[in-house]
């Protein structure tokens, strides 16, 4: 060799190294003390990433998108990637996280050690100064740059490698559509990548979710395994649906620890779960054999084979790493959760953070139907008694300058049943208590919203000894029950006392969304209450008990909401305020939900 060639063989640059990422990894990366698994990377523990590796070297494919149960490795597949970049197929690289504090952390504990460690990359590293930050560094002709999910964020130059991290996130659905752009210049040449890594997302069913849409427009390939007895591909999932009515597939267990309250024996869930194949039923134990095997035949299968060829999906749950017993306990104590609470936060973390599926949060709309009735509001204008009455009430919803009255009567003979006798608008003070009079309300049956002028309200309880009811968003109050002498959950509070001008003035606080259930049950004929309405009832009645509907405003919390904004809603107010006192009074029967044991 002359010394010429000596000299050239010195400046000459590396040449990139065309193995797997993967394999260049195994020989040039070592993971810092962050990670669970420190030291030397080995793919081979981790085999449902080898795809995804190859997907993100391949220079046909433009954007991989990995959905992931927690503690999976889709975070590691990034920072592998990204070194492997600056030392073989160098370009301007972004990479996104949900916060500024996130992305410092990351970049402290794990990215920039890897970097620091990785003998290719480190010969290429800008000593700590203007080129080289926690977050930025600068290798002349190109960059890494780690930011927040924000729109200013992602306004800045051409980007041709572009990291997304847990695009789920509400923050990311306005934003995602900027992220993608700064690749698109790179992407006309055939020169982009992108990889979207995320946890399910909760959604809407309607709005969905930026994450969803991204998964689904690639092939969806599903992490499988060959079942050791019938040699056919099984996918790696908890919960699976069998072609035979009542089977069930995945993880499975004693079926007789289901207690008869609905909730689950944990201890006997968890010493009986197992795998059972979908195709044949063929069950193994909960064991790392199991895993091994698994890791051993591995390979992904895709849900949607006709996709572009230049995006690819992949999804992997966390059974493929953790043990059943693991998942099974964390699945029945969120089932126990919601059985006893109504609570469903638990399985909905269940769902996205371990199975990887979306949990879709629905809007949906309580109908209400009426039926025919065969009695008119004149039948009862001189204060007649229905049949069988027992009591009679009237609820006032108070507004500025006027009020909103109902006024309706009870029996109980034949099961309770209520009949309104009058619901309207009144404009003073006078005529309401006439109106009060005139259909032989005693005073102690009328009921007052105390929500808007309180002092007011106090003032005309103090008056004509009415009471008045306070609504809160709360759906129960511990009272003492009488029939057991227990402490119970109702859905209103004891007597509570306001002075009103050195006297004392009674009132209520209440549960208006838990009325406003048992209102919607009784006027959809369901349950034993018996809700009848006039045959020439005020139109406008029923333009206001349309005017909310309930939606669940966030995963398992269910709310009566306005249709619209201002909508007119009087009538539902004064009749879950009339259903709120006869249950107070006794003539409706609060059955409180039993403590699971």
């Known amino acids: 060799m002359t010394a010429s060639d000596t000299l050239l063989g010195t400046y000459r640059l590396p040449q990139p190294d065309r193995a797997p990422i993967y394999e260049w990894a195994r020989k040039h990366i070592t993971l810092p003390e962050s990670y669970a698994t420190p030291g030397p990377f080995n793919a081979r523990i981790t085999p449902w990433l080898i795809p995804i590796f190859d997907a993100l070297q391949n220079p046909l494919v433009r954007r ?96 041709r490698f572009k990291v997304n991290d847990e695009i789920w996130l509400p923050r990311w659905q306005d934003i995602y559509a900027h992220a993608v752009a700064r690749v698109s210049k790179f992407e006309e040449v055939g020169r982009s990548k992108i990889y979207n890594v995320s ?58 620890a289901k207690r008869d309250d609905e909730t689950w024996d944990v201890a006997r869930a968890v010493d009986s779960c197992r795998f059972r194949c979908v195709h044949c039923a063929h069950e193994t134990p909960d064991a790392d054999t199991t895993r091994e095997a698994w890791k051993r035949t ?43 609470t109504g609570d469903d936060r638990l399985r909905q973390e269940f769902k996205t953070k371990r199975q990887a599926l979306p949990w879709i949060v629905e ?76 259909l032989k309300v005693p005073d102690g049956c009328v009921a ?19 009471r008045s009811m306070k609504g809160f968003a709360r759906r129960t109050w511990p009272l003492k029950d009488d029939a057991t002498g227990q402490i119970v959950n109702y859905p209103f509070s004891d007597p509570q006392v306001s002075d009103y001008r050195g006297g004392d003035v009674f009132y209520y606080n209440w549960s208006g969304d838990y009325f406003k259930d048992v209102l919607s ?60 006192v006869a249950t107070i009074a006794g003539l409706i029967r609060y059955h409180a939900p039993q403590a699971a044991t």
């Open 521 to 580: 049950s009784a006027l959809e004929g369901r349950g034993d209450l018996k809700w009848e309405l006039p045959a020439d009832v005020n139109p406008l009645y029923l333009e206001h008990i349309r005017g909310e509907h309930k939606v669940e405003i966030r995963t398992g919390v269910w709310e009566w909401r306005e249709v619209k904004t201002n909508a007119p809603n009087h009538g539902l107010d004064t009749s879950a305020m009339m259903l709120c």
């Open 448 to 466: 007052q919203d105390r929500g808007y002028r309180p002092a007011d309200v106090d003032r005309d309880c103090a008056d004509f000894g009415w």
């Open 298 to 340: 591995g390979i992904y299968v895709p849900e949607n084979p006709t996709a572009p060829q230049e995006v690819q999906s992949f999804r992997v749950e966390a059974l493929v790493a953790r043990p059943m017993r693991m998942l099974v306990e964390e699945f029945v104590l969120a089932e126990n959760h919601a059985q006893r």
């Open 363 to 438: 809007k949906k709309v309580v109908n209400v139907f009426l039926g025919k009735s065969d009695y008119k509001v004149n039948d009862y204008a001189g204060a007649q008694g229905i049949t069988n009455e027992v009591a009679r009430f009237m609820t006032i919803d108070r507004q500025q300058d006027h009020w909103w009255v109902e006024i309706g009567a009870f029996s109980t003979q034949e099961g309770p049943r209520y009949r309104q006798l009058y619901f309207g608008r009144v404009d003073t003070r006078d005529q309401l208590r006439a109106l009060q009079h005139r």
């Open 199 to 256: 946890q399910a997302p909760i959604m809407d069913a309607e709005t969905g979710n930026v994450e969803d849409t991204s998964y689904r427009h690639g092939n969806q390939q599903e992490w499988s395994a060959k079942c050791p007895a019938c040699e056919k591909i099984h996918p790696i999932q908890f919960a699976q649906a069998t072609t035979e009515a009542g089977k069930y597939a995945g993880v499975v267990w004693d079926r007789k």
């Open 64 to 159: 991989v998108h990995f959905r992931k149960a927690v503690q999976i490795g889709g975070t590691l597949v990034a920072d592998i990637w990204i070194p492997w970049i600056i030392a073989n197929d160098a370009g301007p690289i972004s990479w996104t996280m949900q916060t500024e504090e996130m992305t410092e952390r990351h970049a402290k504990s794990r990215l920039n050690p890897l970097l620091e460690r990785c003998r290719p990359v480190a010969a290429m590293l800008p000593r700590p100064g203007p080129h080289r930050m926690t977050t930025e560094i600068y290798f002349g002709g190109f960059f890494l740059v780690m930011n927040a999910a924000s729109l200013s964020s992602q306004q800045s130059q051409s980007i």
